[in-house]
């Protein structure tokens, strides 16, 4: 069964605080306020499940399209035991933002399923991604609303859903999905785009300066997907990654940490696989005197307890708001650049919406291609930004959002849906 929410405030309180010196009547109207201040659509939803011994359980599921003004929606679905309405329009929003920001043709959405994926078996997981497309087909499609993997959730899974929607609809319609595997139609760089694109906005932030990457301090938050791969290319591209860390174990070398000795050993089993490297707390690395602080772990790292510790000069937010509302203006204080995560970890859903274009085309791109293109938007894209921003660069994040709302309002008035 799936209920339509109607609710009062339906912007979450981070998203109105980051907006409230933005979305003043001095630069946009009422109806344009009004617009963005409330999500397009949104849907919950039970997701039944046949667990192994036989038992059938529900589970809470929600899809929020944010905005649909610039093209279908687009954003991850997440397999979370901390999965609720909130946290998904924040991120729907914040993908809506990021969509325009990086100027690729969609609006901004995201899902998530309350569930705690390590409680389940391989097979409870399949049927799971099945059912929860069962349920939300009505709402989804490569014109209507475009999903793709997020925490959790993988190319495996969104194989199953792919699949699912296919003997839904009579036909396989690979662009509802992104993020998929190879062999059903997924793009090649996928994987590693989150942290290419990273590395090229880092590159581009200090081309903008006048300096270089080379040499510089690095230290990165998380040694996952993102991590992992943001310290290897930007290890290849000349700078020092000092510490790395993840949920178990942290490192620090002042002279640079080996990424290729490190990126093995972790491969089977995590960081707590390398040995004769000093060990040091993740609050240490987050504090670390380094230029540049990279968290790619989960939100809310730097919050208004630590933020007055931190001491790099820079922070790329590869991950999803790692940085509290509150936090933020102290960081600006201290003189901190913050490279906000709508722009520094934009690379994922650019591949994405390559995967889409070669959905659609059916023509399938070489991994030089998906490069090429990667590095030239992303490098335009947040060129733009640094060119709408002051000399200092501590607002590069208020830039953003208002680069990115600019484009979002142009879209509803074309539309005209602020004239009706
Ligand atoms: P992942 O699950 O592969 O890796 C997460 C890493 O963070 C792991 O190494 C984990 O051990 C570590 N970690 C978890 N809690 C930690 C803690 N408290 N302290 C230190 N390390 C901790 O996830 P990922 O795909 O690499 O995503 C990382 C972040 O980047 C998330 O915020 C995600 O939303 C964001 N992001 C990812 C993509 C993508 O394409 N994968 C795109 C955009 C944004």
Redesign the pocket.
Known sequence: MINYIQEDKNICIDCRTRLSNILKPENYSDAEIHLLDKPKRMVSFTVPLKMDSGEVRGFNAYRVLYSDARGPGKGGIRFHHEVDLEEVKNLAFLMALKCALVEIPFGGAKGGIEVDPRQLSAGEIERLARSFIQELHPFIGDRIDVPA????TNATIMGYMVDEYAKLKGQFIPGVITGKPLALGGSKGRNE??SLGGAHVLKTYFNHRGETLEGKTIAV????????NIARILHEWGAKIVAV????T?FYAEEGLDIPTILEAANNG?LKQVSGVTTIT?DELLTAAVDVLIP????H?ITAQNAKLIKAKTILE?????VTVDADPMLRDQGIVVIP?IMA?AG??MVSYFEWVQNSSNDYWSLERVYGELEERITLAFGRVLDAADDTYLSLRTDSYRLAIDRIIEAERVRGRLSI
Do not use: C, L, R, Y
């Open positions: 993997p997020d925490v959790n785009a989150t938050q998380g040694f996952g997907n993102v991590g992992a860390s993840d949920a178990e942290a995590g993740n790619a772990a989960i939100s790292q590869m991950a999803n708001d790692p995560d970890n994922g859903v």
